[in-house]
């Protein structure tokens, strides 16, 4: 079995992600020449090699060039994925993360999960990072993914309700039921998209299991000055390994 295995150490975010996935050996290359193809608007996927306290991985720069963004709620989502050239898996995955998304949406602001709309984690970024996510892990054979604690961080976050405590509402109602803990660097470490991937894609929450590790890759965000890298470090993939 082929397992992927996520540590959040600094907690996770879908470019952080993508990242990862892509210093894990995942063909983010294909993924960019294939992504524009799949969406409504133009994308780039900038992977850039980078160090951050002493630890060398990937960042990757997702750029979206939308002139008029929509404000898309759940059914165009899943729209856009109905008429993408994806593999059915794929827009399986893709479409269970973004019903979390809108359900914890509609739960935390106490509205009808048609009447959500994705402004506040930027549709567009989200389309890339959700997809493209699903996307790395079907290419790379993923058959299994597990997680460690997910950091959230500390202190407060600015949304566009006002400024508030970490985690922000949603991340909080999307890590429901799993390992957390405050992680070593303050402010928003884990952020909505990041923890809806995490929760639709992984099977188990907490200690490492046992494996023979092929592939270590480290996923960098683009926060700069923490005391310890804003990093998500990733296991993949894992060849033979017993999970229970």
Not at 5 to 26: E, Q, R, T
Not at 200 to 217: D, I, K
Request: glycine share 12%.
């Amino acid at each position: 079995m082929r397992v992927a295995h996520f540590d959040p150490f600094s907690g996770a975010s879908g470019d952080m992600i993508l990242a990862a996935l892509a210093d894990a050996g995942a063909d983010v290359g294909g993924l960019s020449a294939s992504i524009g193809r799949m969406l409504p608007f133009d994308v780039e996927l900038g992977p850039e090699r980078t160090k951050g306290r002493g630890i060398t991985g990937t960042r990757i720069d997702v750029r979206v060039r939308e002139d008029h963004p929509p404000h898309r709620g759940l059914a165009d989502m899943l729209a856009i994925l109905d008429a993408a050239d994806i593999p059915e898996p794929v827009a399986e995955a893709a479409a269970r993360t973004f019903r979390e998304l809108a359900g914890t949406e509609a739960s935390v602001h106490g509205v009808p999960v048609e009447k959500v709309h994705f402004h506040e984690i930027g549709a567009g970024d989200t389309l890339v990072d959700v997809i493209g996510a699903h996307w790395l892990l079907h290419s790379m054979g993923i058959e299994r993914a597990t997680s460690g604690p997910v950091a959230v961080g500390s202190g407060t976050v600015a949304i566009s309700h006002g400024v508030m405590p970490v985690p922000a509402p949603a991340t909080a109602k999307l890590l429901e039921g799993l390992p957390v803990r405050q992680g070593p660097n303050e402010g928003e470490l884990t952020t909505p998209t990041g923890a809806a991937i995490l929760r639709t894609v992984c099977s188990s929450f907490g200690e490492l299991p046992p494996m023979t590790v092929s592939r270590v890759g480290y996923g960098f965000g683009t926060r700069e000055g923490s005391a310890a890298p804003n990093a998500l470090r990733k296991r993949s993939p894992i060849a033979s390994a017993r999970c229970c």
